[in-house]
């Protein structure tokens, strides 16, 4: 069995600031692993995955993620935060051409 | 670039009513995926077909939803009769193996 876990339901942080969100799985095989944005009443764009080739993955919008195999661990990073990301994210895990296994998601707000 | 299409937008309906949901993926995708979304939770799989064979429905009311996917391409899925806690986002997805797409979800309203 598969499982995400994403620390922290709401965050929040100052324009400019770093962006941090937390994702920990739980797979019984290599996993595929994925970081997907939503906006209000929009679809999930794909931010970035990790598929078992480089450990540190960019993405779009200027967001990376490294696959940490010894902490279980997918967490997703912004150097700078826009107003734009502001936005849900979700962390998600598969073990390759099957579902997708989502976590509970977390807010991102973007303050002034 | 291509996308995953998906209608309509938004559909309110009455409880004891039939609805039906729309998708057309990615051409070329053979795996198809209808995900559920209630709100402040992440999606959850309902259904996933493999052309027109479905993969996997574990989780699928099948007392009152179904989904076909009957040349292999574009997917309907059914409620009927829709109940008030089926209010949610319904999202389809198509897969090239490795990456699932998603269209932009059909917000449905139980009243």
């Known amino acids: 069995a598969q499982s995400v876990t994403q620390l922290g339901s709401h965050v929040s942080v100052s324009e400019g600031a770093l962006v941090l969100l937390r994702c920990n799985y739980s797979?019984?095989?290599?996993?595929?692993l994925f970081w997907y944005v939503q906006y209000p009443n929009q679809g999930l764009q794909l931010l970035l995955k990790y598929t078992s080739a480089a450990t540190l993955v960019k993405g779009i919008n200027g967001f990376e993620a490294e696959f940490k195999k010894s902490e279980t661990s997918f967490h997703l990073t912004k150097p700078s935060a826009h107003m734009s990301d502001a936005a849900e994210y979700f962390c998600?895990?598969?073990?390759?051409?099957?579902?997708?296994?989502f976590g509970t998601g977390t807010q991102l707000k973007v303050e002034l | 670039e291509a996308e995953v299409a998906q209608s309509p937008r938004y559909k309110i309906t009455e409880k004891s009513q039939a609805v039906a949901f729309w998708c057309d993926p990615i051409s070329g995708h053979a795996t198809l995926y209808w995900y559920r979304q209630i709100l402040g939770q992440g999606p959850e799989l309902l259904v996933q077909f493999q052309d027109e064979s479905v993969v996997d429905d574990s989780q699928l009311p099948k007392d009152r939803f179904s989904a076909e996917r009957l040349k292999g391409v574009d997917s309907t899925l059914k409620i009927q009769p829709a109940e008030l806690g089926d209010s949610a986002m319904y999202l389809c997805?198509?897969?090239?193996?490795?990456?699932?797409?998603f269209g932009p979800g059909t917000r449905l309203l139980v009243l």
């Open positions: 998600a895990v598969s073990m390759g051409g099957n579902k997708l296994t």
């Open positions: 797979s019984s095989v290599p996993p595929y």
């Open positions: 997805a198509s897969s090239d193996w490795e990456t699932q797409y």
